[in-house]
């Protein structure tokens, strides 16, 4: 009888990583929505679960125009509905705590929380054939109001209390003078581009003493300034979704030095990321949770099981 092979266990991590790197080769960025924000967020099409993080990322990663997406067997929920043959669809997470004894210091055992990274997969609504007598129903989303966007905006960057000087030609953030340097608002060619620029910089304010505090040279040696960079696009794209604001791409010129960053470290996007919802937290006075992704995804975890059981 012949040696049985064991199967090889997948790397979510890298799955997940080699699927934002795509998008970015292909010139796109995964923190930007591809889709006009009046259709809404990315979102479980049968639930109604808005995706967050790197879920949200994920899903603007798919080239379609709707945000709705759905596993195989909610599919199923709608008549004579089916996915497309040969349709590929998009990874979605979720982390499973595992339990862990250990022992301390003392020699005393502890358990401790082990996150483990696990995947199932979605479709965008464009992928299904869908009933015509029981395709789910449009969602209602409700209309952005382009002027308290802004205005929220504007009471956001009150609140911080950063060190903000305008005028001259360049956006950024000075750490020796705790400062950011913001061009005028009518030096902008959109209002969209003046408050996604201003978010950004901000992003890079909250890494200062006495807010978020990160050193990017501990855990990037190789390129820290890009993965700040990085950290900062995220979090501008995070406050934008929160905000109702169209942000776009401020720095195309470092897509290179993160498609290296990623490849080299298939833990790379789960640090920024992690680090980005930080500082958008921080702007955004949310409380911190212990782990926002495992919250995010516990609807989409509660229908998988079911599926399973």
Not at 43 to 59: D, T, V
Not at 75 to 90: A, D
Not at 97 to 113: F, L
Request: charged content about 30%; some cysteine; hydrophobic content about 40%.
């Amino acid at each position: 009888m012949g040696k049985k092979i064991k199967k090889a266990k997948a790397d979510n991590y890298k799955k997940v990583t080699d699927r934002i790197v795509a998008a970015l080769e292909a010139g796109v960025a995964p923190w930007v929505k591809p889709w006009d924000a009046s259709l809404g967020q990315p979102r479980n099409g049968h639930s109604g679960h808005i995706y967050q993080g790197i879920n949200a990322m994920l899903a603007y990663c798919s080239p379609f125009a709707d945000p709705r997406f759905f596993t195989f067997n909610q599919v199923k929920n709608y008549g004579e509905s089916h996915v497309r043959k040969g349709e590929k669809g998009t990874p979605i997470i979720f982390w499973k705590i595992k339990k862990k004894e250990e022992e301390d210091k003392s020699g005393n055992k502890v358990e401790r929380d082990i996150p483990i990274l696990l995947t199932f997969t979605v479709f965008n609504y464009e992928q299904v054939e869908w009933d015509a007598e029981k395709a789910p129903k449009v969602i209602e989303v409700q209309e952005i109001d382009p002027v308290a966007a802004y205005t929220d905006a504007a009471a956001l960057v009150e609140r911080a209390k950063a060190d903000i000087h305008y005028g001259g030609g360049t956006a950024c953030y000075i750490p020796s003078m705790d400062r950011i340097n913001m061009p005028v608002s009518g030096a902008f060619d959109t209002v969209e581009d003046y408050w996604s620029t201003m978010l950004h910089e901000l992003a890079h304010w909250t890494k200062g003493e006495g807010r978020c505090v990160r050193d990017m040279k501990k855990r990037f040696k190789d390129d820290p300034y890009a993965a700040e960079e990085l950290v900062a696009e995220m979090a501008s794209a995070f406050l934008c979704e929160n905000l109702g604001i169209g942000g776009k791409l401020q720095h195309p010129e470092y897509i290179g030095h993160w498609i290296k960053a990623l490849k080299d470290d298939k833990y790379a996007l789960f640090t920024a990321a992690r680090l980005a919802k930080q500082a958008s937290e921080f702007l955004l006075k949310v409380e911190a949770t212990a782990d926002a992704e495992a919250e995010s995804t516990t609807d989409e975890l509660a229908t998988v099981n079911a599926q399973a059981a």
